[in-house]
């Protein structure tokens, strides 16, 4: 086995988890996704079989709260792959020297091995169009390397339950609904970046709901706190970000106590719906920052 460079296109995110700072173990345990990897069956199980398929080990601990995330992408996609490729996960708790075999420092990284060549893929938790992408042009290698099949096309991620009855609620326009199935879906998993987004998103439709966008910022008052806010929820969806941020940022300066901290609560929710590289949304976060602090 050998290490070669990163695969053309492949991603290192960064934000991995040294293991020698891991936090103690929780009760939150791992799904039963892929096969875990031992001293016994890394070569016949993993090594040997790539000569076949693709292999794809994602090292990962219990300590790690991003390993359950990655986890769990890696198995939808190789389930919507119908098992074309080997999943397999290495518990560098239970297997140190696997991890120590495979130069593994942190965790979540995931490694594929194709034809008994090891190529590192990324570390930490990409979002699943980046895995997907990942995956997707690891198969095209391997395939160049007569080992599998390139991707006849591109493989969509099953949504969740609580996703799918989501957008079927909002294509019907009833956005109370959809608001119900994303707060059942970050009541299941908290910290599902999908789903935060979807929140957002419905709430703010909810809040301009029967709004007349001309008349509201038209007959907006600078001392009136929700019609402030009203005005920054109808730039949002109209895409004037920047008006939105600076109107409540000048809010959050003006007001004091429970008017500034709700201005504040609104603002942050609205940061919610940008991408977070957007720049319209880093000049406001710099802003913000140096207003409370």
């Not at 290495?90 to 991890?99: G, N």
């Not at 294509?171 to 998993?189: H, P």
């Not at 942050?268 to 590289?277: Q, S, Y």
Request: charged share 25%; aromatic share 4%; glycine share 6%.
């Amino acid at each position: 086995m050998s290490f070669n460079k990163p695969m053309p296109g492949g991603a290192n995110f960064g934000n991995a988890f040294d293991l020698s700072s891991l936090k103690k173990p929780t009760a939150d345990q791992l799904p039963t996704v892929g096969i875990p990897v031992t001293q016994e069956n890394l070569v016949s199980g993993f090594v040997s079989k790539s000569k076949e398929k693709v292999v794809v080990l994602l090292a990962w601990s219990t300590r790690s709260t991003q390993s359950k995330e990655i986890l769990e992408t890696l198995g939808k996609l190789m389930a919507a792959d119908k098992d074309t490729w080997i999943l397999g996960t290495v518990d560098v708790d239970s297997q140190p020297q696997v991890a120590q075999a495979l130069q593994i420092k942190s965790v979540p990284v995931a490694i594929a091995i194709i034809a008994e060549q090891l190529l590192p893929l990324f570390e930490s938790v990409p979002s699943a169009d980046q895995v997907r992408l990942v995956i997707n042009k690891l198969l095209e290698l391997a395939a160049q390397k007569g080992v599998g099949s390139a991707p006849n096309g591109p493989t969509e991620i099953p949504m969740e339950a609580e996703e799918e009855a989501a957008y079927a609620a909002m294509e019907k326009g009833d956005y109370k609904v959809a608001k119900n199935s994303y707060e059942a879906w970050l009541k299941r998993k908290p910290n599902e970046a999908v789903a935060i987004v979807g929140l957002a998103q419905v709430n703010l439709m909810l809040r301009i709901d029967g709004l007349d966008p001309v008349l509201t910022l038209k007959n907006a008052k600078d001392d009136d706190l929700n019609s402030q806010l009203m005005c920054a929820d109808i730039q949002v969806a109209s895409g004037d970000l920047s008006g939105a941020f600076d109107r409540l940022l000048v809010v959050i300066k003006l007001k004091k106590g429970d008017e500034a901290d709700k201005a504040k609560a609104h603002l942050i929710a609205l940061f919610n719906l940008v991408d977070p590289t957007d720049p319209r949304l880093v000049k406001a976060r710099s802003e913000l920052a140096s207003v409370l602090f």
